[in-house]
């Protein structure tokens, strides 16, 4: 007896075509769900119609199933196998450490230049040599590296009808590393004189540039107990040249607070205070004599007993 709760059996058989498509499931059981049936027939066409266009399609890419059709098998392996080196030298490009890609240069890539016209086909000298001085390699100050590049570049004599374009054609080989490299990449045409250039250059490394002193920072530069007056007195006045613009009365009061307070030197000047830095300097310059005098004295005295021995 069969039992009334129970959902009755189907059997479906699937074939397929001498073509490779799959015929539509013949069913045994005629009590089955005509819309379920439906659906069924709807999923297989859709399979038959993908099938169909794979054969036809002499090359495809970016497939992920498994082609019905031996012939479309070489086509389906290349596009695997197209698809998967390309994921893997995406992901080899975003490694840390890994070295960019090649890429092919143009075929004028020999002509371009950063300079306009104007520049680029004026003439250098011919008995111009190219400045010999430390390669700038983007870590340091920037400014530095165009004043001391001016520097040896003054001394040089240029005709006034091609200085800027000598200025500007020499400066590029004074650059290495990431510099040269930034030189290179420049826009053609994009520098119409040597103070554009410079000004690009500076903006570029503006975090390699030192920060600017101020008369405050005077106040940083002490005398060490072990260290001589004139070592002192040379440490500071190298910070101070180094400030534009110094102000004389910070400098002053800066030099005294940063000498040992049990020193001569320090003593004479909180008695007799000093309106320039000048007077300040004699004032040391007549202690360090003073000072290196009398140890002179001392060394010479062991001498002198010894003889008298």
Known sequence: MQDLNTTPRTTRTTSTTEDGRLETPRQENNGENPSIRQTHENLIQEENMDHQRTVNTPHVTGVEHEPYAKSAEPTYLEAMLTKRLGAVEAMIERLPGMAPPIRKSNLHSYA???????????????????????????????????????????????????????????????????ALQWFINLPNGSINSFASLTDLFVEQFASSRNLEKTSDDLYEVRQKKDESLRAYVGRFNKEKVSIPSCNMSTAISAFKRGLLPDGDLYKELTKYQCRTMEDVLSRAWAQIKWEEDSVYRQRRSPRSDSRMV
């Not at 920037?142 to 001391?148: L, S």
């Open 112 to 178: 371009d230049t950063p300079f306009s016209d104007e520049i680029a086909l004026t003439e250098m000298p011919r008995n111009f040599s190219l400045p010999t001085m430390k390669m700038y390699d983007g870590t340091t100050d920037p400014d530095n590296h165009i004043a001391q590049y001016k520097k040896r570049m003054f001394k040089t004599a240029i005709q006034k009808e091609c200085r800027e374009a000598t200025m500007c054609k020499g400066f590029g080989s004074t650059l290495t590393g990431a």
